[in-house]
């Protein structure tokens, strides 16, 4: 039996789940100039994997994280002969990030974490409302 107040955990997962995307972003533009020698992998990217929090049953009371995948291990080889990490052959390893699909993905993780927390301010304001009319 569901209580008057279960739609409010809507938004609240929203914003459970867009908060782990910003995190993984984040995680992903502090690591995009790590350099790696050529015998280990590279950094690699974060991918949050998100699904209905009730998949296959019918109607979804929200998101949940499902997971984290990963980018190439292989990452992308630059010649730096000079850096310390360098291989025989001057080769080391950077992950495979792109800057701007980075901020991208931040710009819209960030504006649907915001409409989560609207959506929970609107819910909280239509909740105050129907108890003045009980006044």
Do not use: C, H
């Not at 409010?8 to 459970?16: K, N, Y």
């Not at 050529?38 to 699904?51: D, L, S």
């Not at 296959?56 to 990452?75: C, F, H, L, Q, R």
């Not at 080769?91 to 929970?120: C, E, F, G, H, K």
């Amino acid at each position: 039996m569901s209580g008057p107040f279960d739609q409010l955990a809507i938004p609240a997962s929203g914003m459970t789940t867009y908060k782990t995307w910003i995190d993984a972003i984040s995680d992903n533009i502090a690591n995009i100039n790590v350099a790696r020698p050529m015998n280990g992998p590279a950094f690699q990217e974060r991918f949050v994997v998100a699904q209905s929090a009730e998949y296959g049953e019918g109607v979804g009371t929200g998101v949940k994280v499902a997971g984290v995948a990963y980018g190439d291990p292989k990452g992308r080889l630059v010649y730096e002969p000079q850096n310390p990490l360098a291989g025989a052959d001057g080769y080391v390893r950077y992950p495979d990030i792109d800057l701007s699909t980075q901020m991208s993905n931040l710009l819209v993780a960030q504006r649907a974490y915001q409409l989560n927390i609207s959506v929970l301010e609107r819910a909280r304001d239509a909740y105050q409302q129907a108890l003045q009319i009980g006044k």
